[in-house]
């Protein structure tokens, strides 16, 4: 297990199920995908197409972890795993 506390003060469990919030929209980009919250009107950039394939994939995997394994190479894992903890933290993810 990963426990992280990110901005919003919650601990993010990267061995639990996450899956992007309903009330997030992604716009696809050259650099990744834009994410907007329509609850909290907030803007994110996600900054690697790697990453917003991997938001947009979370929900089928049965943890954060196996998302990780499954589509981000062993180095680069911590990396992501921190950036899921942020998004998590900001609401744009949500436990399932």
């Known amino acids: 297990m990963w426990g992280t506390d990110p901005p919003g003060g919650t601990v993010f469990d990267s061995s639990t199920p ?36 991997l938001v947009r994939d979370l929900g089928t995997h049965p943890s954060v972890d196996a998302a990780l394994a499954a589509r981000v190479p062993a180095p680069k894992q911590d990396t992501y795993r921190r950036a899921l903890a942020n998004l998590a933290g900001s609401g744009f993810l949500r436990a399932c």
């Open 18 to 53: 996450y899956r992007l919030d309903p009330d997030v929209a992604l716009r696809e980009e050259p650099f990744g995908a834009l994410a907007y919250h329509y609850g909290s009107r907030r803007l994110t950039f996600l900054r690697s197409t790697l990453l917003a394939d």
